[in-house]
């Protein structure tokens, strides 16, 4: 089984809680990312994702301006982190009890990377896939054989038969 550090990204995209939700919003699509980990030097101290964005900033009636509003005050400020040397299996455990999709990976209270559910996702269908190839290969195998133990007994069964000929 795989542990978090093979998978996580680490070239994570931080920014700073000061930072207003709009300025995040476009740091976030320049990127091509669903969060950004909220940062304080190399400490996590919140998360901002695309689930925030629609849950939390688009139903706030009293948001009328995205520019001056403090990205603070919508981040996820319970962060969940996990380790570098987590299986891969119980991250996505987390991820689904706690319904959330990224995960930045902490050691000794510092941000090293970020696994979202994506990452374990393609994992996981890699896994998968070399599996089934394998198994397909393994019938194809014995099914090569069996067609050859099929033609030896043919031909055992024909020279059988030409000898209570003869």
């Not at 089984?1 to 740091?27: C, G, H, W």
């Not at 320049?30 to 909220?38: Q, S």
Request: overall charge negative; some cysteine; aromatic content about 4%.
């Amino acid at each position: 089984m795989k542990r978090v550090i093979e998978l996580m990204k680490k070239d994570v995209v931080t920014v700073k809680k000061s930072i207003s939700v709009l300025e995040a919003i476009m740091v976030m699509r320049d990127k091509g990312i669903g969060a950004v980990v909220v940062a304080e030097g190399k400490h996590p101290v919140g998360i901002f994702t695309e689930r925030d964005l629609v849950n939390k900033v688009l139903v706030d009636t009293e948001v009328k301006d995205l520019e001056n509003t403090s990205l603070e005050k919508f981040m996820s400020k319970d962060l969940i982190v996990t380790s570098p040397l987590k299986p891969c299996d119980e991250v996505i455990e987390l991820m689904k009890t706690r319904h959330i999709r990224h995960i930045p990976v902490v050691e000794k209270g510092e941000l090293i990377g970020i696994v979202s559910l994506r990452d374990l996702l393609w994992y996981y269908h890699e896994e998968l896939l070399e599996e089934l190839l394998i198994q397909i290969k393994d019938k194809t195998i014995i099914s090569e054989e069996l067609h050859k133990v099929k033609c030896e007994l043919a031909k055992l069964k024909d020279s059988a038969s030409q000898e209570k000929g003869e």
